[in-house]
């Protein structure tokens, strides 16, 4: 497969197969807490979305059932989960960086390695001046204060991504793709729900630190750590580093994301994930309504708000399989 080259996150999407959508009609969503602002923000179409951040795990799952017209997802269905039972595929909307966001008074900028924030939630390093902190923090004022880690604790694909970066690249003691952080891994620390749940635990609780998107640690005025790349690069988490490490990436048959966290690629933020969409490929009621939201959230919409919300860019190869996906709704 060839490389993904960075490019605007506008998708072109293929018309036909299904009669137009009346003005004023509504899908239904669930899912990602990461995509949430995203789909929040696109309200202006023909066809507007009712969506709920449930989580990843809980979109997946409430999909499947056939109890929402489409689904959310930083993280595809897992070997371990029901999926449906009716044709289905994968729109990929947006990617963007997972932050690595703490709480620590006047400590403004922050070096962190995978290997240090693994330890933290495997309760190995529980001080904030730990010599392994303040060996790559050479002047900053690390207080003699308590860790404390915060995770998501409903199902999150942020959480999936999180831990496949981690099992990646520092290997033991995490396991792979798992939506459930506190259950598949032996951490430490203090659980948020959502993507806001764990904002604000961080918010609220002095000496934290926790992983979420970008937007609403920025939403939430939170600080966030550079974190050092497979180049050796201590790299702040924005949507365009996070975008030079998905071009980096190669793209699956089924227009999934297939990311390699040891990359060595100068310049990118590892620790980066693309969301999808899920949709049904087979004629319901909704298909059309269904076809012409995600026309004017990819077309329109994500392109107007995408980067001013924390997101990155996809390349050209995604934005084709992407294309195929919504081409196929409704046709099955």
Known sequence: ??????????????????????????????????????????????????????????????????????????????????????????????????????????????????????????????????????????????????????????????????????????GSGWVKDSTSFMLANKVVGLAGVKSVGLATVVKNTPGSIGYLDLGDALAQGLKYAHLKNEDGQFIKPTTLNAGVFISAQKAESNGLVKFDYKKKVKGAYNLSLVSYAIVRLDKTAKSADTKTFFNYLVNSCVPANGTRLGYSTISNEVKAFARKTISLIGTK
């Open 1 to 170: 497969m060839k490389k993904l080259m960075a490019a605007t996150i506008a998708i072109a999407l293929i018309f036909g197969g299904t009669s137009p959508a009346q003005a004023g009609t509504t899908i239904s969503g669930t899912g990602s807490s990461y995509v949430n602002n995203l789909i929040q923000s696109c309200k202006d179409g023909k066809v507007s979305a009712t969506y709920v951040a449930s989580g990843s795990g809980a979109g997946k799952s409430q999909f499947a059932s056939g109890a929402v017209d489409f689904g959310a997802t930083d993280a595809p269905y897992l070997p371990t989960d029901i999926k449906p039972d009716f044709p289905f595929g994968y729109i990929p909307l947006a990617g963007g960086p997972v932050a690595i966001v703490y709480n620590v008074n006047g400590v403004n900028n922050l070096k962190l390695t995978n290997k240090i924030i693994s330890d933290i939630y495997l309760g190995k390093i529980t001080k904030w001046n730990s010599k392994a902190i303040a060996d790559i923090n050479k002047g900053a004022k690390l207080p003699n204060a308590k860790i404390n880690p915060v995770y998501r604790g409903d199902s999150s694909g942020t959480s999936a991504n999180f831990t496949s970066y981690l099992s990646s690249t520092v």
